[in-house]
Structure formats: C-alpha cells, structure tokens
C-alpha cells in the first residue's frame, strides 16, 4: 500500500546474509548485514534525524516552523534535510571542507542551508579530525544562537539513540530469527550502538557488543590518540566521553585501520553487490576479525551505515 509522506519509508530495511563473504574468507560463523543505505536519505541517520525531531515536538523543544541546525558528516545532515523539509522547518547544515562534497550537495538539493567550515590547518584534506569537528560545533552553536534555532545535538539528543533502540534493535534481531549473539558498530556520535544494543539486549540480555574505532584513534577504548585523521568518515573522532553510550555495556572494543576498511567496502560491492561507504566496510572488516577470533562460529549482526554513491570523489572507489 502507498504511503502518505517519504517519512514513513525511514526504516524497517532488508538485511542480507554475508555468507558469501565469510566463506571466502574460510571462516565458520554469520554475518547479517542491515541495509540502512536503503533509507530514502540512503543512511541509517535518517532513523535518529526523525526520532530527535519527533521527540523534541512532542516535547515541546522545537517550535512548529522552527529552524533546526546541526552540524554534520553529511548524513545526519541528508537526514534532517528530509524530516524538516517535510514538517516545515528550514534546516541548516554545518559541515567541515574535509567530508565528501557529493553529502554537500545532496543536503542541497534537498531544500537544506549547507554552512561548509574550513579544516585546521594541520588536518589532512579529505580525513575530519576531531578538531575539525570542534571547529564545525562552534560555528553550528553560533548559528543557533543567532537564528533562536533548535539545535538536533546528534550527540546527546535521546531521540537519537531512542530511534535504534525502538527500531534498528528489534529490526536486526527479527532479521536474524533470533539467533544474533553479538552487534559490532563504528562509533560516531555512539547513538546506533547504544540504541541498537538496548533494542537487542531487551530481547536477549546476554548479546554482545564490540565498538569499532579508527586504528590509532581509539579514545573510547582508553588508548592514546596517536592518529586522529582518517580516511573514514561519519565516525572515528577520537571523543573519549560519548554521552549516549553512558551506562551502555560493551563486550569489547576494536579497531580498523583505513586501508582494511576501504577493502572490505570493496569485497562488499563485488562480493555481495552491496555498494556501501567507509563506516560500513569499517564494520564488516571488525566482524570478520570477531568471526575468526573470539566469535568463531557465532551470528553477527552490522549496519550497512551509508551508500557508497556518496564517496565517489574520494580514494574509496579509485
């Protein structure tokens, strides 16, 4: 049956058995892969942009016709750009020069105000520290601050997290008919970890779950940052204290290097014809390690994060 409005297309994904994938890598064990680059804004972010704008109308945060800022990788941007367009409220995107101008451009072309913030100096083009990033918060604080704007704060908005736990949680864990035993996320804001795993957990306490983090950039694990630039965006940006993880169990943390992640998005796309981005090919490289080492022969479950359209003018498709 047809649907009334784009919103209520945001979610209930495919998900699709790596089996393919983890036989040619000779390992025992599943790998079920939830396809959030389906969403209309082609990324699971579309999923939290509608749960933090919900939440904060019911609440009475935001204001009918209210502006709505945020800053953005490109993604949570895409998916706010949707949800605001279709309740009407202008919305403005607060991105750095270092993510991908194809995110730019979709933001857009969807009606969105895109502020585009210049790197550090010391940062490499094409790879957002976690200084840029900082960079890119106080332009987004100023221009809520001059506008009486409501600001998503994808970082500690609940509805973020509330979005995967109500959805994303249960979704995977019906997709798999009830035989997951382990989760694996590469943390950007931390809202579709600890959303998914309170969704699992609720559904059977004793699933785990593994943090994912740049190699050399793993704060969350209370290692030293010695390499904040990375080449995969949307996550990875060395914050020690993410406050939707707080009181989240985690079995165990991880880490990617670039190289491994951009191999996996590859072996994704010829593999299992999935077209993904970096943060996917992030999460698929983790579980695979899992699947040979602590959760041989088990069931794991990932989020195919983003499209891999929106990387064709960077080093992951060259």
């Known amino acids: 049956m047809a649907k009334q409005s784009i919103l209520e297309v945001i979610g209930a994904t495919p998900?699709?058995?790596?089996?393919?994938?983890?036989?040619?890598h000779g390992l025992r064990g599943r790998l079920l892969a939830k396809l959030d680059y389906l969403n209309p804004g082609?990324?699971?972010?579309?999923?939290?942009?509608?749960?933090?704008?919900?939440?904060?109308?019911?609440?009475?945060?935001?204001?009918?016709?209210?502006?709505?800022?945020?800053?953005?990788?490109?993604?949570?941007?895409?998916?706010?750009?949707?949800?605001?367009?279709?309740?009407g409220h202008p919305f403005v995107a607060v991105m750095s020069r270092g993510n991908s101008m194809e995110?730019?451009?979709?933001?857009?072309?969807?009606?969105?105000?895109?502020v585009l913030v210049d790197q550090c100096?010391?940062?490499v083009p094409g790879q957002v520290s976690g200084a840029d990033l900082a960079e890119v918060d106080r332009m987004a604080r100023r221009i809520t601050a001059e506008r009486g704007a409501f600001r998503a704060d994808q970082f500690n908005h609940p509805g973020n997290a509330g979005a995967h736990r109500d959805t994303t949680g249960p979704e995977l864990w019906?997709?798999?008919?009830?035989t997951l035993d382990a989760f694996v996320d590469f943390a950007g804001s931390g809202g579709t970890f600890a959303g998914t795993m309170m969704g699992l957990r609720g559904l059977n306490p004793d699933l785990r779950g593994y943090v994912v983090e740049p190699q050399g950039a793993a704060a969350l694990a209370g290692q030293v940052v010695e390499k904040p630039d990375h080449p995969i965006q949307g996550g990875g940006y060395a914050m020690a204290d993410l406050s939707l993880m707080k009181g989240v169990p985690v079995s165990g943390y991880l880490t990617?290097?670039?190289?491994?992640?951009?191999?996996?998005?590859?072996?994704?796309?010829?593999?299992?014809?999935?077209?993904?981005?970096?943060?996917?090919?992030?999460n698929v490289?983790?579980?695979?390690?899992?699947?040979?080492?602590?959760e041989a022969g088990r069931t794991i479950g990932v989020i195919i994060c983003d499209s891999g359209l929106k990387y064709l003018s960077t080093d992951l498709w060259d």
Do not use: H, Y
């Open 256 to 282: 990617v290097s670039g190289s491994a992640a951009r191999d996996a998005t590859r072996a994704l796309a010829v593999t299992e014809g999935i077209f993904a981005g970096f943060s996917a090919g992030a």
């Open 121 to 123: 100096e010391e940062s």
């Open 103 to 114: 995110r730019a451009r979709m933001m857009a072309g969807l009606g969105a105000e895109v």
């Open 174 to 178: 019906a997709d798999s008919g009830g």
């Open 285 to 294: 490289a983790a579980a695979l390690e899992l699947l040979a080492g602590a």
């Open 15 to 24: 998900a699709v058995w790596l089996d393919r994938l983890v036989a040619q």
């Open 42 to 87: 082609f990324s699971k972010k579309d999923r939290a942009a509608l749960g933090i704008i919900r939440a904060a109308a019911t609440s009475g945060a935001l204001q009918p016709g209210q502006t709505v800022v945020e800053l953005t990788s490109g993604n949570m941007g895409t998916g706010l750009a949707i949800v605001c367009g279709q309740l």
